[in-house]
Structure formats: structure tokens, C-alpha cells
């Protein structure tokens, strides 16, 4: 598919093209799109926008913010604000509040007064909270309704695509239950909806955090979520599609703070925009780098008598990181799918010390061995296989301890730790291994 | 809530707990759960097992492959199966397949012969495939009905708990179509179920990918999806909560093949299982380690004389490594959800040359100047910025490359890339820093 397409373009066939598109799903499109190079999507997205905002609009959805916002960065500020006009509030809220700030106020004066407001009204909730990434136009129904009055307003209901559960309020627009439309269908039309109801409903409010809503919806299997002010009010809800982007996001945020990436650089973004988001991390990466240096710089008569150490710095080093990542992304995987708590974090760490002791030991033999017989010197042999050991069960404690007491600290675990525990982990192997060579090694024959 | 399960197990009334637990869901019991000591995890466990075999059943689906097995293999196998007979035969197929080999066969011998054929036709299938997590309990319409007739049959239907979508198949069981409950409720209901239903349906084979599942259900916001055999006979269907721990499963698979940890690693893991996982993988990092370290050997001599550069081994090894990361992850991430691909990968290397010439000369210079400020050589400045600066754009390069040549290897972009590229950017590091300085130092005063 995506061949006769990019074929079509070749030719400047974009009638043809744009016939064929819009026999096609905003998923689909995507699909394409991804097979082609850079300008092949820019012509598509062209054609898409020139000959089908809507379509042009669902495409971007599909893309996602930071796909679709390189492609719509593009285009003037009219043709952005055309199709985010297109586009329901939580997504049109989503990407604005990416745009540059000026793009950003020109598309919202270029909506209808309502438009705008209900977009201005998501954007006044903060990133990341449930308030942000919901629908505001609920349906929902009078708890003083029949039944068969319930299903009568279902039928004539306009554009309603999605309904999971229909949501039940008083006149107020207070949440007192919820219903599912097979349980309508199994009672008499007469019987009223307060009867037939559930009472008990899990919701979340305009400030809890996406990641909190996903939990929930995935913890309960919940297709959709209503979403409450403080006082109980029925304000929006989130279907369980936006669920999964938040998943996937979060993860992918996890994976980069891992990494020291930020959580929105992108395959799609601008050259010089990923350098200004990664430059940061690497410059504090050289830092702790230099620290870790300064503690090879103390040792530097030792290594200028037995130069043969230096060549086991990267062995020393590396071990330790390892096996404190490995810890530590067990422990930041558990913490994000809340699988771990403080309180449980004590027979947690016991088990990485019992881990890195066995671990410490086995690479620390293999290591000391390996080290003994290629320079011929068993204190060598010793020197590196005991500083691996302690490095490694250090690597345990520290890959544990970080996340946990981050986490207590309401500061994102996955953020910075990685760095935390790296930086530890090389202190603390180049002091032991070091440290021991300079005490050991000039009492003794080389 | 915790605390007063807490309490009252502390104080051995383990009827009170049954009566708090049996009014809670099994995600609430599974919260508790998490806010205890293990200790007090296998003794709520334990009352559930004795009290509510239902409800240990719903409560191990929560709590997961990994954490369930941790608590259900500290029971008998009567008690095992006892609980596995109580769950969904995709639950009860993915906890037997996780079992010893013994006590799975004797679980299964266990059940009466429809649910053991049924999780066995499950298990026939390989894992992490459509066909292994599928319900193979499909409730489906034949297309000669009426609406009316559908209706009715709706109604009259038993344990039908979730049915957002309604698959119409012929009289042979292939799938023809699929059509919501609203859609049945909009017309007459004299008309055709033919007339009224979809019949471009999204579907998958039992033998596609579970990731891929994952992947469909999200691009096209399904809340399930039909399974059908190479003949389009609707064997199963796979629902969105499920596809939502796919999801989870695959992010963490990537998040810990990054770091070199198994995907069945897991907080709950026991200390020893945890060290078989995790020191294969870090005999594997010590081998390619010990490939640097053979790179410095080759400079012993140079270091025996300049010492001071063993000191900046560490700050090579570490930025090449971690830039190379950084590239790496957002490879492997935009691979794993779809967004990028071989074609597209031309462009994405250009720019990854770019932030990496960009990054490289930023840090360099850094790099260098502390370097020349700190030990007053000029000289070594510029070896150690030239060697960064080298060091960071190949990180770039071998970051792109790895994981798409492993992806059109068809092997898991994230296994073992982390170990290729840290690898290959210790040894690039340390031949430019060590090969430059041998050749520089030499010839200049230091």
C-alpha cells in the first residue's frame, strides 16, 4: 500500500492520492506513513490537509503528540488552528499546549467561543492530571428516569459512540451510579433506573494523576472512568483508549529517565531540539564522570608503579554499573506498576543484598581468576575479585535504596537515579579496588 | 485498611479478616496486599485459599504471573489446582504454563476434561501469541437472525459479562461480521442482523504476535478483538484489559532487556531464581569488559609513563556509553510501538549524526578544558576532547544501527543491544583517547 502511494507521489498524482487515502482509517494512513521517508510523509500529510481536515486530524491522533506535532510545525498558523478545530477537546488541548506559545494563542482565537472554551478549561487543569485528558461532554442520565425512558434517550442521543457504561446523576449533575446497557435490557422498561443501578462507582477527580487513572482503570478492568470535581460533580471521563497512550507514555518515560533521555525527545524530533534535551544529561553525566575520576586521580602513584591496574578500571566499573542497573530497574518497573511499597521495601533490600553477595562472589571469582592468569599475579587476582564482590553487593543496596527513598520524596524514581547509582557504583569500585591495591600490592612481591 | 487486616491477623482472628476481605474486590485486597510484609501476604493468601477459593482465584489475576506464582507455590497441588479451577482458561493457562512441569500436569489431571481441554487447546499454542491469551469462549450471533431475535437471544444469555462488540458468523462459524449493542437498539427490529452489521472487521490469527495484538487493539481504540483460525472461524476474542497487560509486559520486557535483566525478574522473585536470571548477563558484561580492558593493555606502556591518563578512563567510557544509550532507547522504544522502520531509518541515522557531532563537540570542549585546567597539559586536552568527540558521534551511529539491524533480524530489538553498544563505544572510546595520546604525548613536552 504504502508503495502505490509513494509511486503516486512521484507522479505529483496528488488527486489520486488523496482518493486513495480517503477510502482508508486515520490508522491505516499512519501505517503508511511510517514506510516512507520524511518528505513522502510531508506530501501526505499536505494532501491530507488541503483535502480532508478531518482525516487529517484523526491521522495526527494516530501519530501521536510528538509525531504529529513535527509534521504540523510545518504548516501556518490557519492550518493548524483548521485542524485542531477538527479534533475532540483532550486532543486539541494536547497538542496546544505543545505549540509554541504565540502558534498557541493564535489557534485558540481562531475557534468558536465554545470550542475554545471548553479547551481553555482542560488547559487550566496541570499536565498529566486525569483533568487534562478527559472528555468534558458527558452523557448521562436522570437517576429519576425509567428504564425504558433510559433506553428512549439513548436512542435519540446524538454522536454517541462510546457507551460502555452510562453514567447516572442527580439534578445537581452529582454522580450517584452507573449502568451498562445490557443491564438495562435485562429488566421491565417500568422499573426505575435508581433500582436498577449501581451505587457503587470508582472515579477519580480533576487533579488525580494520569498515571494514578491508569492504575485504576487497568487495576478494576474498566473500559471508561468517570471523572468528578471536589464536590462530586460529574465532570468528564476517560475511555479506556486514552488509558492505554497514558500507559505507553509512562512507560516510555520510565525507559528514558532510565537512560537520561527526556521523556518527550522523539524519533521525530528536530536534530537540535533532541541535542538541547540531551546535551543537559550528558554534561551531568561528565560530572559525576570527573568525580569518579578524582578518586583514580588519588590513586595515581599507585597506578604510575603498577600501570597494569588502569587496564581493570573499565572491568571495575562497568560490573558495578551493571549490576546496579539491573537492581535498579527491577525496583523502578515495580515502584511505576505499583508492585512495591515502602513498607515492603525491607524485605526487598535483604533480598538484593542475598542477590548481589551471590552474584559479587561468582563474578568476583571469575574475574580474579581470569585477572591471575593473564598478569601472572594472585594478589592481583585477589585485589580485583574482592573489590568486585563488595562493589557488586554495594550495587544491590544502592540500586534498592535510590528508588525507594525517591519515591518517598514524591520525586519520579526513575528520574536521575540511574546517574545516582552509576556514579555510587564507580566511587565506590575504584575506591575498593584501588584502595586495596595500594595497601596490598606494596607489602608484596609483584 | 491494611493496618486493620494487619491487626486482626496479628491477633490470630482470621474469621474477622475472611469477613473484612469477602466485602472488598480483589484489586482492593490486592492493594492491602502490597502494604504488608511477605509474611502477612501469604497469610491473607491463606485465609483466601481456605475461605474463598473465587476469590483467591480474581485476586491472583491481579496481583500477576510473577507475584501469584511467588504465593501459590508455597501451596500443595490440590490447593493449586484447587484455585486454578476457579479462574478464565486463558488465567488458568498462562499460571499452568508457569508451573513446574509435575505440578502443572497433576493441576491439569485435576480438572474435568472441558476445562482441561480447553486450557490445553490454549496452551497448544506458543507463547505470547493471539491464540494462547485468547478466551476461547466466544458469544456469537448467526447472521440469519433478526435484531429483534438478537435481542432477544442477548437477554436470555447467560454469564455474558462484557459484550461491547457482538460477532455475527455464518452457519460454519466464520466470522461475517460484528455489530454493537447501540447499533441493535438504533433499528427496527425486523431488520436483517446482515443489514445492520459491520462487515469490515479488524481481526487476528492465533498465531499473531501478542504485541502485535497490542499494537492493532490501540491503533484502531478496540475493546476487543476477534480471534479467527486460517480459515476465519472465530475461535476467540481478546479483550482490552487483557491487551492492557500486554502492554505493560512488553514495556517492561524492553525496559529490562536494556538493563540485562529477564522479563520474569521480579520484586516477588526468590533471591536464588533472581541470581540464575541476572549472572548470565553479567558473566556476558564481564566478557565484553574484559574486551575493553584488552584495549588498555595494549597502552599499558603509554600509561606506565603518563599515568594520568588512567585517570580519565572512567569520563571516556562513561559518556561514549551513555550517549550511545540514549540514542539507543529511543530507537528501541520508537521500534517497539511502531514508529519507526527500516525505510525510515536513513533519515533517523542522519540526524543522529547530527546531535551526536553536535553533542560530541559541546562535551569535548567541556571535557577538554577541565582536562587541560586540571592537569595543565594542553596536549592531553586536546587528546581527551578529540577522543570524546569521535567517541560520542559513533555512540550515535552504532545506537541507530544496532537495534534496526536486529529488528530486520527479526530478533528483539532490545536484547543485548545495550551490551553491543557499550561495548563498542568502550573500545572506540579507549583506542581514540589511548591511540591519540600515545601518538601526541610522545612527540610534545608534557
Redesign the interface.
Known amino acids: 500500500m504504502a508503495g502505490s502511494v509513494q509511486k503516486l507521489l512521484r507522479r505529483n498524482a496528488y488527486s489520486h492520492v488523496k482518493n486513495l487515502l480517503a477510502k482508508l482509517?486515520a490508522?491505516d494512513i499512519?501505517?503508511i506513513m511510517?514506510?516512507?521517508?520524511?518528505r513522502e510523509q510531508r506530501s501526505v500529510f499536505s494532501i491530507l490537509m488541503e483535502r480532508d481536515r478531518q482525516l487529517a486530524a484523526e491521522t495526527l491522533k494516530?501519530l501521536?503528540l510528538e509525531?504529529g506535532l513535527a509534521l504540523l510545525l510545518q504548516r501556518s498558523s490557519e492550518e493548524i488552528g483548521g485542524v485542531i478545530r477538527e479534533m475532540e477537546s483532550d486532543a486539541a488541548a494536547a497538542f496546544i499546549s505543545a505549540l509554541p506559545e504565540e502558534v498557541a494563542q493564535e489557534v485558540l482565537e481562531q475557534m468558536d467561543s465554545q470550542e475554545s472554551s471548553e479547551v481553555q478549561e482542560l488547559l487550566g487543569y496541570p499536565e498529566e492530571t486525569a483533568g487534562r485528558i478527559m472528555t468534558p461532554n458527558v452523557f448521562s442520565l436522570h437517576e429519576e428516569l425509567t428504564v425504558g425512558e433510559a433506553?428512549q434517550t439513548?436512542?435519540t442521543a446524538q454522536e454517541?459512540e462510546m457507551?460502555?457504561y452510562l453514567y447516572v446523576v442527580d439534578e445537581r449533575n452529582h454522580l450517584v451510579g452507573v449502568v451498562s446497557?445490557?443491564q438495562l435490557?435485562?429488566v421491565a422498561p417500568t422499573s426505575p433506573l435508581r433500582k436498577v443501578m449501581t451505587t457503587d462507582v470508582i472515579t477519580v477527580t480533576t487533579d488525580t494523576d494520569q498515571e494514578e487513572v491508569a492504575n485504576q482503570?487497568?487495576?478494576?478492568?474498566l473500559?471508561a472512568i468517570p471523572v468528578v470535581d471536589d464536590s462530586n460533580k460529574l465532570v468528564g471521563t476517560i475511555t479506556?483508549?486514552d488509558?492505554?497512550?497514558v500507559?505507553?507514555d509512562e512507560?516510555?518515560e520510565?525507559?528514558?529517565y532510565?537512560?537520561?533521555?527526556e521523556a518527550d525527545?522523539?524519533?521525530?524530533t528536530?536534530?537540535?531540539t533532541?541535542?538541547k534535551k540531551?546535551?543537559p544529561?550528558?554534561?551531568v553525566?561528565?560530572a559525576?564522570?570527573?568525580l569518579?575520576?578524582?578518586v583514580?586521580?588519588i590513586y595515581?602513584?599507585t597506578?604510575?608503579r603498577f600501570?597494569?591496574?588502569?587496564?581493570?578500571?573499565?572491568?571495575v566499573?562497568?560490573?558495578g554499573g551493571?549490576?546496579g542497573?539491573?537492581t535498579?530497574?527491577?525496583?523502578?518497573?515495580?515502584l511505576a506498576?505499583?508492585?512495591?511499597?515502602w513498607?515492603?521495601g525491607?524485605?526487598?533490600l535483604l533480598?538484593?543484598i542475598?542477590?548481589g553477595i551471590?552474584?559479587g562472589i561468582?563474578?568476583g571469582i571469575?574475574?580474579g581468576t581470569?585477572a591471575y592468569l593473564w598478569k601472572g599475579n594472585y594478589m592481583l587476582g585477589l585485589v580485583l575479585g574482592g573489590a568486585m564482590t563488595i562493589n557488586?553487593v554495594v550495587a544491590g543496596v544502592v540500586g534498592t535504596l535510590v528508588p525507594l527513598i525517591l519515591k518517598k520524596l514524591t520525586v519520579d524514581p526513575a528520574i536521575a537515579s540511574s546517574i545516582f547509582v552509576?556514579t555510587f557504583t564507580?566511587v565506590v569500585g575504584?575506591l575498593s579496588f584501588l584502595g586495596l591495591a595500594t595497601f596490598l600490592l606494596q607489602y608484596l612481591p609483584v
Open positions: 482509517r490508522a499512519s501505517s511510517l514506510e516512507m521517508t520524511d494516530v501521536g509525531w433506553i439513548i436512542q454517541l457507551v460502555f446497557l445490557r435490557l435485562m482503570v487497568a487495576l478494576y478492568d473500559l479506556v483508549d488509558v492505554i497512550d500507559i505507553k512507560a516510555t520510565d525507559i528514558f532510565l537512560a537520561g533521555v525527545d522523539h524519533i521525530h528536530p536534530a537540535l533532541s541535542v540531551r546535551l544529561w550528558l554534561i553525566n561528565l559525576t564522570a570527573l569518579a575520576a578524582t583514580v586521580a595515581e602513584p597506578i604510575a600501570s597494569f591496574l588502569a587496564v581493570f578500571l573499565p572491568v566499573a562497568g560490573l551493571n549490576s542497573t539491573q535498579l530497574t527491577v525496583m523502578v518497573r515495580g506498576l505499583g508492585e512495591v511499597s513498607e515492603s525491607k524485605s526487598i533480598k538484593e542475598k542477590v551471590n552474584n561468582a563474578i571469575i574475574a581470569v557488586i552509576t564507580d575504584f
